[in-house]
């Protein structure tokens, strides 16, 4: 289950070595989006259907809180207690596009002049062998994810964007989880979002 949570922080990625000056270009673009954002608040319906035994489907609600450059948290009104608190551990380390060059290595895999496809490697070695990202070359933002893992596994993420006020942000999300053992299905909306809305430093910390 933490493997599927941790698909749906798919919003971001990172950076490191590139092979382009396009490459770097779009990926300099990606991290500068949203120059006026600083905040905001944004509620989060999320449900996780289980292909596999024991068949589950988990149906989430809560509000989502983001800080400039990278603090991020999701308290959940409603749902399954214990898997509401695996996407609220697992958002508090999603990092932003400024961020990425410090958390992955990055080379460019190919640029077809529409679509760049990224292959992103952690610096620390962990759950995840290496990430399959790609970005649309037009508005700079992350079209899709795939995240393989050490076990063999592999989780993927398609995200939908629109616009809060003059904010390009996620509005949707669909993906799929293979693992050894089981599968799942994965669909989530974020909407009202409250752009540069008051978060204090608090709602982090609780």
Known sequence: MKR????????????????APAASDLLDRMAAANPGL????????????LKTFPFLSVQLVGTYYHKEPDQN????????????????????????????????QVTLVSDD????TYRLVPRKHGNVDHVEARADDKTATVSSMRWYYVNGG?????????????AVVVTSQTGHVQEPGYTADITSTIDGYKINADVPDSVFSQ
């Open 4 to 19: 599927i949570i941790a698909a749906m922080a798919a919003l971001i990625l990172n950076a490191g070595p590139l092979r």
């Open 38 to 49: 600083r905040t905001f608040t944004a509620t989060m319906h999320a449900n996780v259907a």
């Open 113 to 116: 002049g529409t679509t760049t």
């Open 154 to 166: 592999y989780a993927e993420m398609n995200n939908r964007y629109g616009k809060a006020g003059d």
């Open 73 to 104: 948290k999701v308290v959940f009104t409603s749902g399954v207690p214990a898997v509401a608190e695996q996407f609220d551990k697992l958002y508090a380390h999603v990092e932003p596009p400024s961020r990425w060059r410090d958390v992955y």
